[in-house]
């Protein structure tokens, strides 16, 4: 359906949960590449089995580590841009909503951006943890080499990143799941959805009822089921978005904010 701002406003303003899932189109602002998007994606140019799956960290932990120090060198970089931006402003913006981001991105910038409740269910490369999952995790200093060995146990040390073939950390991911049922409305940001299971939140928010709004210059298989398509980059929506939501909320704190009453 054709969408104008306009049409998210008032659900928007009167939600009580807001949903904003995010993938790598949001951070393709920022300098990111993603890892599908014709020739540019990361996925074009390497096998993430080889560099992003247990077997490929088994066969050769080198190859895996020193892809992951690109893509931790590629971060410390970058800024989070103005779709980061906005999205972490709605906060502020909608006193009277809880709004949680669910993100398959490892880049940390939504953080960087000021959101403060991010469920990163495919991990993060700005931390290293133990591969046995003794409890060991510490964040990775950009430029600082990390260690190999878990300094706990013994076992190896890896990016603690969720690689191809892995589970996703249950506990965030049942937050994931619970933000994703109560949500009023739900974003679904610069992914392809068709990576499982993240791709299965979008469709559960539909079938509990949210409103359902695709941020993506281009189709994707899921884009049939959004009740609006907005077909432009994330960090051109979120901050028209916010201009015109804040008019009819009032500035963040302002007189006319509508107040959350706990
Ligand atoms: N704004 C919004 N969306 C954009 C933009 C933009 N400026 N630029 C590109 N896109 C869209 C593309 O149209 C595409 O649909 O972002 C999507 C990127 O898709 P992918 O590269 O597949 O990235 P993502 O969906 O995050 O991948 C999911 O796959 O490889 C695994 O773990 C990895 O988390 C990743 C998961």
Redesign the pocket.
Known sequence: MKITIADLLEPLARAGEVVVF?????S??SGI?????GST???ANID?EEV?SIEGFENNPDKVWAWHESMRSLFAEVQPNT?HEGIAALEALLPNARVTVIT???DGLHQAAGSTRVLEI?GSVLRIRCHRHCGFVEHWLAGHAAPRRCPSCGAPARPD??W?GEALDQDVFSLAAQATLDADVFFT???????QP??SLAMAAKEYGALLIE??????PFSVHADYAVR??????FPALWKDLSKIVGEPGGQNASKRVD
């Open positions: 995010t993938g790598a189109g949001l393709a602002d590449p993603t890892f599908r998007d994606g990361l996925w993430p992003a779709g398959q991105n490892i495919h990143v969720v191809f940001v610069g992914t392809s959805a068709i990576v993240a791709a941020v993506n210059p281009y189709e994707t432009s980059g994330a960090s051109e929506f």
